[in-house]
């Protein structure tokens, strides 16, 4: 597991635990009925969560070599590695296509 992989789990792993308490703070950010100075402390708070733990840090990675460019989303591998296991005959439902 190269450095990044790990840093990414680590995050993952943070944002889930942080998760329910952002939405709170956020939802209470954005209720104009509440008072100012509630809004205001909620702001704080969620400005003193972990900055790891926010979901735009994450990167989605290849589950084979944990390349964090150009990784597709629904089988979770790098074109590198979907185009190596392809030619393999590794994915299941995977033709090349000619016409």
Not at 54 to 60: F, H, I, K
Request: hydrophobic share 30%; proline share 2%.
């Amino acid at each position: 597991m190269t450095n990044q992989t790990g840093r990414d789990q680590n995050r993952r792993q943070l944002c889930k635990r942080q998760e329910l308490r952002r939405i709170e703070y956020k939802s209470i950010i954005q209720d104009l009925s509440l008072p100012h100075e509630v809004r205001f402390k909620s702001l704080q708070l969620l400005n003193s969560l972990n900055r790891n733990g926010s979901p735009t840090r994450l990167r989605n990675r290849c589950i084979a070599t944990g390349r964090g460019r150009g990784v597709y989303r629904f089988c979770k591998l790098s074109r590198i590695s979907f185009r190596r296991m392809a030619s393999q005959g590794l994915l299941m439902g995977v033709t090349k296509s000619s016409w």
